[in-house]
């Protein structure tokens, strides 16, 4: 029968107890709305957050030529639109 390790608790801003670590890997605990930042990658593309983006929420730009330069478009990468947006396959 395997041995249970004593886990240590943190508090977490909603006010509860939480182990620091689950299954031998450490755990950030909550720490309210917008206050977390991510780090690292996970298979290729950054970890983004809300943090990442302006406080209204708000990442529309003026024009699609600003957005594509913005978007980081670069040599064979594609482009694509929703297919009920392209008015069929003509």
């Known amino acids: 029968m395997p041995i249970l390790e004593k886990t240590e608790m943190i508090v977490n ?3 509860r107890s939480v182990p620091e670590t689950v299954n ?3 755990q950030a605990a ?3 709305v917008g206050k977390y930042q991510p ?3 996970k298979a290729a593309p950054p970890i983004c957050s809300t943090a990442d983006y302006p406080a209204n929420g708000d ?3 003026a024009d699609l030529e600003t957005a594509l330069r913005k978007c980081g ?3 064979g990468m594609v482009i694509s639109s929703h ?3 392209r008015d069929g396959d003509r």
């Open 13 to 15: 801003a909603a006010g």
């Open 24 to 26: 031998g890997r450490p």
């Open 30 to 32: 909550y720490m309210g």
């Open 39 to 41: 780090f690292g990658r």
């Open 59 to 61: 990442k529309r730009v």
């Open 73 to 75: 478009l670069r040599d």
């Open 83 to 85: 297919h009920h947006l």
